[in-house]
């Protein structure tokens, strides 16, 4: 099955699943290099209203490809979450369906959006929710492509990049995590990783969600399993952070897309770890 039909049949079949008197409308958050008027985008969420009856629309950041990559997450946040107080279909709550590093986007929504509308059910689709260990060369022959390349060849937890480059907000390298943690300003603290800056609000409004599904084709690595554990109680998937659980009021079903391979060459296990809080 391909990419984009695995990740169709997922979203389509989690809100089949969700049994509602009225159809909650859903919105879209697409990833790095991509914009809600490409081809895969623009079709996605129309494809998958048309399967589940549920209203739904891509909601767009700034520029899209270009400030997919050069605008931090953190304003990116602001953008959508201003954007979703403002549309009125969604003020008795909404459905999130995110893909890649705009699943980094929905969480923090989910849990930093004061005042927004409820979030319901939550679709993350190949998000890099425990980091990076690099960052992917642009690539592009043109100009916003440049500057991109050259601040990923700089010190990516600097400040300067981390004002100007999207990506260097969850990248986690696994040989440097003391810095990784005095200097990323995104991941560290939306993942409730900072020992003296944790807050239960966080995770408190992460664990009303009614649904959460996730799928990923590469299994998002941390390095320490101290301090993240995946267990199981009464059928469902608790992630356990130093103490800290984080259960969604309904099922959580994680699945890795067949033939996913880790970075090394071996197989992906079957279950992808999602650290929530």
């Given at each position: 099955?391909?990419?984009?039909?695995?990740?169709?049949?997922?979203?389509?079949?989690f809100l089949s699943l969700v049994h509602i008197a009225v159809s909650i409308p859903f919105i879209m958050l697409h990833g790095i290099s991509a914009e809600c008027s490409d081809h895969t985008n623009s079709n996605f969420p129309r494809l998958l209203s048309n399967l589940s009856g549920s209203r739904s629309s891509c909601v767009e950041i700034?520029?899209?490809?270009?400030?997919?990559?050069?605008?931090?997450?953190?304003?990116?946040?602001?953008?959508?979450?201003?954007?979703?107080?403002?549309?009125?279909?969604?003020?008795?709550?909404?459905?999130?369906?995110?893909?890649?590093?705009?699943?980094?986007?929905?969480?923090?929504?989910?849990?930093?959006?004061?005042?927004?509308?409820?979030?319901?059910?939550?679709?993350?689709?190949?998000?890099?929710?425990?980091?990076?260990?690099?960052?992917?060369?642009?690539?592009?022959?043109?100009?916003?492509?440049?500057?991109?390349?050259?601040?990923?060849?700089?010190?990516?937890?600097?400040?300067?990049?981390?004002?100007?480059?999207?990506?260097?907000?969850?990248?986690?390298?696994?040989?440097?995590?003391?810095?990784?943690?005095?200097?990323?300003?995104?991941?560290?603290?939306?993942?409730?990783?900072?020992?003296?800056?944790?807050?239960?609000?966080?995770?408190?409004?992460?664990?009303?969600?009614?649904?959460?599904?996730?799928?990923?084709?590469?299994?998002?690595?941390?390095?320490?399993?101290?301090?993240?554990?995946?267990?199981?109680?009464?059928?469902?998937?608790?992630?356990?952070?130093?103490?800290?659980?984080?259960?969604?009021?309904?099922?959580?079903?994680?699945?890795?897309?067949?033939?996913?391979?880790?970075?090394?060459?071996?197989?992906?296990?079957?279950?992808?770890?999602?650290?929530?809080?």
């Amino acid at each position: 099955m391909g990419k984009k039909w695995f990740s169709v049949a997922v979203a389509v079949t989690f809100l089949s699943l969700v049994h509602i008197a009225v159809s909650i409308p859903f919105i879209m958050l697409h990833g790095i290099s991509a914009e809600c008027s490409d081809h895969t985008n623009s079709n996605f969420p129309r494809l998958l209203s048309n399967l589940s009856g549920s209203r739904s629309s891509c909601v767009e950041i700034g520029n899209g490809k270009i400030d997919s990559w050069l605008m931090p997450l953190t304003k990116q946040v602001e953008i959508v979450c201003d954007k979703v107080k403002q549309m009125k279909e969604l003020r008795l709550g909404y459905n999130i369906v995110a893909r890649s590093q705009g699943n980094l986007v929905a969480r923090r929504l989910i849990e930093f959006c004061d005042d927004g509308p409820p979030v319901y059910n939550y679709v993350s689709l190949a998000g890099p929710h425990a980091g990076e260990s690099s960052v992917p060369f642009c690539g592009c022959d043109i100009e916003w492509c440049d500057i991109a390349d050259k601040l990923i060849q700089k010190n990516i937890y600097s400040a300067f990049v981390q004002d100007h480059l999207a990506p260097s907000g969850y990248i986690k390298i696994p040989n440097d995590i003391p810095e990784y943690m005095k200097s990323s300003k995104y991941l560290p603290k939306l993942n409730n990783e900072i020992p003296n800056q944790r807050n239960s609000t966080y995770k408190d409004r992460f664990t009303r969600l009614k649904n959460l599904e996730q799928t990923d084709k590469r299994l998002q690595w941390i390095r320490d399993t101290r301090e993240v554990k995946l267990k199981k109680r009464r059928g469902a998937q608790v992630w356990r952070w130093k103490g800290q659980e984080a259960i969604p009021q309904g099922p959580i079903n994680c699945q890795t897309q067949t033939g996913g391979r880790r970075r090394d060459g071996s197989e992906d296990p079957s279950v992808a770890l999602f650290p929530n809080v």
